[in-house]
């Protein structure tokens, strides 16, 4: 991860806020699942692509947290400072509009584990017939790739391609998806050409990169609030391994998920609280699920092939 995270107190947080005041130009009201974030910020490029990131929040609700996204050349590209007690978190000299998306979701996860019992994952989150897929992986390990594969599939809806919150239900693991778009690659229809009309409409930032609505290719209709998870599948790229897939024992898949901090680069906090409350959901998702660990060093077709067995299709 190339941006640094310094946590600070509450009277940093009123300094800040004070001292950069006057490059607050537009104020947006979003709701990321049942969270009000209010973004702050000077640039129009940002404000536009939060727009079409996430659903709108009525401007008469009290924000529970806050994202400034400023520009200051005095101080050092990709700073991030967070105070955890108002729930404030400002952005300097970012200029790649993913990692301030996946902070407001990190922010709202942040809200939502300490008080509601409801996690940050991650990673993307189909549905085949009412039965939930997570996808995880690290970074070139094809969670993208792979998602989007699947989701050529008619009977495969989607519930987010990149980040859902989950909450255990009884015996079950409910993920809810938050965002309005998703936010693709400009290579994507490289890979899968049946993207290829909505990669040609959409309009690229200077990362290559667009919010897109999904619904333009598979439809209103295969896109859900939600799903039961019932199979997590890691991705990992190793060229020394023969085996593409094998199944996993939840406490092996545990050891792997909390040796990579769970596949999320953008946690805002990390203490021994919070590490506990992730080993104990994360836990009980393992334990609630299919766990399959697939190898994707072939090639997307090659590797699509193997996860659509494993889920009972070909």
């Known amino acids: 991860m190339a941006y640094s995270i310094e946590i600070i107190s509450i009277e940093r947080k009123e300094e800040l806020a004070e001292q950069y005041a006057s490059q607050v130009l537009y104020e947006v009201k979003s709701e990321i699942y049942g969270c009000c974030i209010k973004l702050l ?4 490029l940002v404000k536009e692509a939060w727009g079409e990131s996430f659903y709108s929040a009525s401007q008469n609700i009290r924000s529970h947290g806050r994202i400034y996204v400023l520009e200051d050349k005095s101080i050092e590209e990709n700073l991030v400072c967070y105070d955890p007690l108002s729930r404030s978190c400002f952005i300097f000299n970012m200029d790649y509009y993913g990692w301030i998306k996946s902070l407001a979701l990190s922010l709202a996860g942040d809200i939502l584990e300490d008080n509601h019992s409801i996690y940050s994952v991650h990673g993307a989150c189909l549905d085949l017939g009412g039965k939930g897929v997570c996808i995880l ?4 390990a094809g969670k993208t790739t792979h998602t989007y594969g699947l989701m050529r599939r008619p009977n495969v809806r ?8 989950a909450r255990i239900f009884g015996e079950d693991i409910l993920a809810f998806g938050s965002e309005k778009n998703f936010y693709i690659r400009a290579d994507l229809a490289d890979i899968w050409k049946e993207f290829s009309g909505m990669v040609d409409r959409a309009v690229f930032d ?8 999904l619904r333009w290719v598979v439809g209103k209709g295969r896109i859900l609030p939600l799903t039961t998870l019932q199979t997590v599948i890691i991705l990992k790229r190793d060229q020394s391994q023969s085996e593409t897939v094998r199944q996993m024992e939840a406490g092996q898949a545990l050891a792997v998920l909390e040796g990579n901090d769970y596949f999320n680069p953008h946690l805002l906090v990390k203490n021994e609280f919070k590490r506990r409350l992730r080993s104990r959901f994360f836990g009980k998702l393992l ?15 090659e590797s699509q092939r193997a996860i659509g067995m494993l889920l009972g299709e070909q």
């Open 41 to 44: 910020t000077g640039s129009s």
């Open 137 to 140: 992986g690290g970074s070139g």
């Open 158 to 165: 989607v519930v987010s391609d990149d980040w859902f919150f």
């Open 206 to 213: 200077q990362k290559g990169r667009a919010v897109v609505d």
């Open 287 to 301: 334990t609630s699920t299919r766990v399959f660990e697939v190898n994707t060093k072939g090639t997307p077709e």
